[in-house]
Nanobody, 126 residues
Framework: VQLQASGGGLVQPGGSLRVACEVS????????IAWFRQAPGKEREGVAY????????WYRDSVKGRFTISKDNAKNMVYLQMNSLKEEDTARYYC????????????????????WGQGTQVTVSS
C-alpha cells in the first residue's frame, strides 16, 4: 500500500483546509486509515481515525467538532476536513494505514500503522 498526502498550506486562524490522502495498492473501504500530525519538537499524535469496512471514527479531543475524516471509495481517497483552525493545529499531517481495525485505546499509537505517506505541511498563522 502506498499513501500520498496533499492539500496542506497556509491558512489564517478560524479558516478551513482539507487535506487528502491518495491510496494505491489496496481499497480504502477495506483499510483502516488514520491521520497523524507532528509539530517541530513534539511527538507524532493521532488526529482522526476511520476504521475499515465502515468501522468506527474517532478523534483526538482537541479537534472534535472541528475536524472530519471521510473516505471516498470511488476515488480511493481519504480526506481530513479541518474547520475553525487554530495556531496550535500547525504541524505536518500524515496519513497512515493498516488492514485491521483497532480498539479505541490503541488507534492513536503510530506504532500500530505499518504504512505511511510522506506528509503535508499545515500552517495556521495570521
Amino acid at each position: 500500500v502506498q499513501l500520498q498526502a496533499s492539500g496542506g498550506g497556509l491558512v489564517q486562524p478560524g479558516g478551513s483546509l482539507r487535506v487528502a490522502c491518495e491510496v494505491s495498492g489496496d481499497t480504502v473501504h477495506y483499510l483502516t486509515i488514520a491521520w497523524f500530525r507532528q509539530a517541530p519538537g513534539k511527538e507524532r499524535e493521532g488526529v482522526a481515525y476511520s476504521g475499515s469496512r465502515g468501522g468506527s471514527k474517532w478523534y483526538r479531543d482537541s479537534v472534535k467538532g472541528r475536524f472530519t475524516i471521510s473516505k471516498d471509495n470511488a476515488k480511493n481517497m481519504v480526506y481530513l476536513q479541518m474547520n475553525s483552525l487554530k495556531e496550535e493545529d500547525t504541524a505536518r499531517y500524515y496519513c497512515a494505514s493498516r488492514v485491521n481495525n483497532l480498539i479505541a485505546s490503541a488507534w492513536n499509537d503510530p506504532r500500530q500503522y505499518p504504512n505511511w505517506g510522506q506528509g503535508t505541511q499545515v500552517t495556521v498563522s495570521s
